[in-house]
């Protein structure tokens, strides 16, 4: 395998670990837990691992012997930078329990696992992906792990390879399916140990527990690198607005992150569109508004950052998406029957009079693309709706009608661009190198004290690592139930935007100044050798949420 000089060089980077993770370490058991809410509901579907305790490990005077162990590890859902961190953690924390630990990897996500599609995960192969970004390693995909004949295929395939301990690598999904799948074994007695590690770009998994999720820190960097580099063309062509949309699904954290790190002169947030139940129109008069008004002092360019999961926060187009779900949850195979040409007529035909009317109303592309397939969890696939495409067209239909009535004065073209697949796989930081590593070697700390059902939890990380804590969190402390597939079903919540919180209270301080005056940042590339305050600092997100 050819490697760049960065890669060579980077591979000897040896992540930091907190320091309770160093030597010898023993548990610490915290308070007992309850779930978020429907604490009943919650607690009478996992009856095994509901109201754990939350775990801290510390520092021990004497080291434990423990027996050889053989783990399985699945990557699952998007990539998310520091994936192979997680692995290369867990491999060193498995070897460190006993050097005669075995690590197998399911291949292509939770499929392998029912499919029995492995590789073990040698020193060897680890070592050629440590501080790399992507999952290559061993590939991953959205199977949802869910029924008992997917479980007892798993465990059959567990029992071949000896394996009694399975770490899952994913997001909010991802990790509710490690818990079911935990509680199943546990009630079973199988003797399988399931944790999880808190994965995903969107930066929608976190708590009072979980800082964030890994992957968060790079992907932020890197799509702020790309709209810090149209900023500054923006800035020297001066003839562009450039409508660009952000990955993130629902969440509009990394919008936010982005904003706080390149001062755009517009970024829109789905959670505060939602709050003030704003209308498709309002969110297009507000940015017109702001081209206008640049406009009326000569600048005839700017910025525009939108969330991708925009369209389902307006109100009317929630109520339709809600709708669209539940009824192409249970009439998939007819409506796949219906010819393309006549698929928006039987729509308009099927809901309610009142989604009905906002369908009808929706541009061709944008009707056909909410009712593309769901993800294997259900999900609307916000990231094939070209949110950014339709905005600039609303803006410019709005801005002709205000010169026609003389209420603008400008030019208007525009650039689009959508970030998200680009920074799903850059090298990890710095932070998330050390963030990822810690998780896994984490991970392989909970897995030699015997637990199932937590997930591996690394708090205090705006300090040094030094000073980082480690332990676990119980799975069903974050569960709620959901509407899911036209059905309640226990999941992860999820976090998304607080107006209440520290950064979009930052943001909202400061966009007024910067959608009039031209107060752009430039981040450039992410730096992995260098001076501290260039190579180790982590989101503004969360340094403002750590700031208490
Ligand atoms: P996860 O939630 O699995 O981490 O995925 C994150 C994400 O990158 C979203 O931001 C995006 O909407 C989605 O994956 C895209 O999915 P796909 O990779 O299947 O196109």
Redesign the pocket.
Same mark, same amino acid.
């Given at each position: 395998m050819t490697k760049s000089a960065l890669q060579i060089a980077r591979s000897a980077y040896q992540p930091k670990l907190p320091k309770a993770l160093r030597g010898a370490v023993k548990v610490e058991n915290g308070k007992t837990t309850e779930s978020v809410a429907d604490q009943e509901a919650i607690k009478e579907l996992f009856p095994n691992t509901y109201g754990m305790p939350l775990i801290k490990f510390v520092e021990a005077n004497e080291k434990q012997s423990f027996p050889a162990i053989n783990v399985g590890v699945i990557l699952? #859902? +998007?990539?998310?930078p520091g994936g192979h961190n997680v692995i290369s953690g867990l491999f060193d924390g498995l070897k460190a329990l006993n050097s005669d630990s075995k690590l197998y990897g399911f291949i292509l996500g939770p499929g392998g696992l029912v499919d029995n599609n492995y590789m073990e995960l040698t020193g060897s192969i680890v070592d050629e992906y440590r501080n790399t970004g992507g999952f290559d390693i061993i590939g991953s995909g959205?199977t949802k792990l869910e029924t008992p004949e997917q479980f007892e295929k798993g465990y059959e395939n567990l029992k071949k390879l000896g394996i009694s301990a399975l770490v899952i690598i #994913? +997001?909010?999904?991802?990790n509710t399916n490690a818990c079911v799948l935990a509680e199943y074994y546990a009630a079973k007695k199988y003797g399988v140990q399931v944790i999880g590690c808190p994965?995903?770009?969107?930066g929608?998994l976190k708590n009072e527990m979980i800082e964030t999720?890994f992957?968060f820190d790079t992907a932020c960097k890197v799509y702020s690198e790309v709209i810090g580099n149209i900023q500054r063309d923006c800035n020297s062509a001066r003839k562009y607005w450039h409508f660009i949309k952000l990955?993130?699904?629902s969440a509009s954290h990394?919008a936010l992150e982005c904003a706080l790190q390149v001062q755009p002169n517009v970024c829109i947030i789905s959670e505060e569109v939602e709050a003030k139940a704003m209308s498709l129109d309002d969110v297009v008069t507000y940015i017109a508004e702001k081209v206008a008004a640049r406009a009326a002092v000569g600048n005839n360019f700017g910025t525009v950052l939108i969330p991708?999961?925009l369209i389902e926060f307006i109100p009317a187009m929630k109520s339709l998406i809600e709708e669209l779900n539940d009824f192409l949850a249970h009439h998939a195979v007819e409506f796949s029957q219906i010819k393309k040409s006549r698929q928006r007529d039987y729509i308009i035909s099927k809901l309610s009079k009142e989604n009905s009317d906002v369908y009808a109303s929706l541009p061709e592309g944008v009707a056909r693309q909410l009712t593309l397939d769901r993800?294997p969890h259900g999900?609307v696939?916000?990231?094939l709706i070209e949110t950014e495409k339709l905005l600039s067209d609303m803006v410019a239909v709005k801005l002709a009608q205000w010169k026609e009535e003389g209420k603008y004065v400008g030019k208007f073209a525009s650039q689009h661009h959508f970030f998200?697949?680009e920074g799903?796989c850059a090298a990890p930081s710095n932070y998330d190198a050390d963030y990822c590593y810690s998780l896994g070697f984490t991970a392989s700390t909970l897995i030699g004290n015997g637990k199932t059902g937590y997930m591996s939890s690394v708090r205090n990380t705006t300090a040094p690592a030094e000073q980082w804590i480690a332990g676990g969190v119980p799975i069903t402390m974050m569960m709620n139930m959901e509407r899911r597939h036209g059905e309640m079903k226990p999941v992860i919540q999820k976090a998304l935007v607080r107006l209440d919180g520290a950064p979009f209270k930052e943001f909202a301080s400061k966009r007024d100044t910067w959608a009039i005056e031209t107060d752009y940042v430039y981040p450039g590339p992410i730096q992995y050798f260098g001076p501290t305050e260039v190579c180790d600092q982590p989101t503004k997100t969360l340094q403002l949420e750590q700031a208490k």
């Open positions: 699952s #859902g +998007g990539q998310a959205r #994913g +997001g909010d999904d991802s994965k995903t770009i969107d929608d999720s992957g990955m993130g699904r990394i991708e999961g993800d999900n696939q916000v990231s998200g697949y799903r």
